[in-house]
């Protein structure tokens, strides 16, 4: 899951929008975050402003897509945060995240070692929502994205 969350936190941290950081955050790492295991404390103070992207990489479905043998098919998906400090900015942030993944309507197909990967598919479930929990108040753009890949090979080319 790891590979695939950095290939996706590189595929959009070259949104331009989020592509330079005001110094509190490497430029190398843009404005694209992936949530981790501790969570900072409640109202505690953005050091980054908007526009960001906040990614939670939810491991999914494992299968089998054979009756002997294991684990042929994985299915990551993510959730994911278009921060803004409007509406419409938070908007436009999800727009150019649907762009990056499916541009000109075709949607990308990764490519990982050991795998057969099948082509990206999004989703954008709930409307624009103001979180009041930081000050100033942020806009989300929240977001699904994932895709199912095969395994070919286990040791991943190695």
């Not at 930081?134 to 806009?139: E, G, M, N, Y």
Request: glycine share 8%.
């Amino acid at each position: 899951m790891r590979h695939h969350t950095d290939w996706l936190r590189a595929r959009l941290s070259t949104i331009p929008a989020v592509r330079t950081s005001s110094g509190v955050v490497p430029a190398s790492f843009a404005k694209v975050f992936v949530t981790q295991a501790v969570y900072p404390r409640p109202h505690q103070a953005l050091d980054v402003a908007p526009p960001y992207i906040v990614l939670h990489p939810v491991t999914g479905v494992a299968e089998r897509t054979r009756s002997a043998g294991g684990i042929r098919q994985k299915n990551p998906r993510w959730t994911i945060h278009a921060v803004g400090s409007t509406a419409d900015q938070a908007g436009w942030l999800g727009d150019a995240i649907e762009a990056e993944l499916i541009p000109g309507g075709v949607p990308v197909r990764p490519v990982f070692a050991g795998e057969s990967a099948h082509p990206f598919w999004w989703s954008s479930p709930t409307p624009i929502d103001m979180d009041t929990d930081p000050t100033p108040p942020v806009f989300l753009h929240i977001s699904e994205c994932g895709f199912a890949t095969e395994i070919t090979d286990p040791t991943g080319g190695a």
